[in-house]
């Protein structure tokens, strides 16, 4: 967190490496969040890079109240939602269940059926149940930060977050008995 502020003064006084700096250390988890509620890696990337060019842009009027780290999911979260609204549909790319390390094909191919599944099954949730449950379990923000950055009660937030695992699970088990 204080390298982070550290990183904003040193962007808000000119220091054109801040950025590089700031773009490294968020890059891959800015666009593991986009690809997540886009699933188009292209749109994806555009995002990310329209993030940040707003960032540079706008870094000398910055007042963050959180942390850099949710300051800049929440504008990607935004974006999506945004990209979203005028697309009116959007999916979910495979999350990397399978990139752990696995010693034996078998294994690759479970893991990569379990991770399909649990694809599919996202892509039956509303999209605001989907992104909570994206923005806390796979980006870490807390029910608070989502809550600010959707604009709406932290109880709503807590309620889709709820309401999206339960169903989660009823399709995930509806597969099981098949």
Do not use: C
Not at 9 to 32: F, I, P, Q, S
Not at 75 to 86: D, F, K, P, Q, Y
Not at 120 to 143: C, N, T
């Amino acid at each position: 967190m204080l390298e982070d502020k550290l990183l904003v003064w040193k962007l808000k006084h000119g220091k054109k490496d801040a950025l590089r700096l700031v773009y490294e250390k968020y890059k891959n988890d800015l666009l593991v969040l986009a690809i997540a509620l886009s699933n188009d890696t292209a749109t994806a990337e555009d995002v990310v890079h329209d993030v940040f060019v707003s960032f540079a842009e706008f870094a000398s009027k910055l007042q963050l109240r959180t942390s850099l780290r949710s300051y800049l999911l929440t504008s990607v979260a935004n974006r999506i939602r945004n990209h979203w609204a005028r697309q009116q549909s959007i999916g979910l790319t495979e999350l990397d269940v399978a990139d752990s390390v696995s010693d034996t094909p078998d294994k690759l191919v479970i893991s990569a059926e379990e991770s399909q599944r649990i694809n599919d099954a996202i892509l039956e949730l509303p999209y605001e149940q989907r992104e909570v449950i994206i923005l806390h379990l796979q980006s870490g923000l807390k029910f608070k930060a989502i809550a600010e950055s959707q604009g709406v009660s932290i109880n709503t937030v807590q309620s889709r977050y709820r309401y999206g695992l339960h169903k989660l699970q009823l399709v995930l088990n509806s597969e099981v008995e098949k």
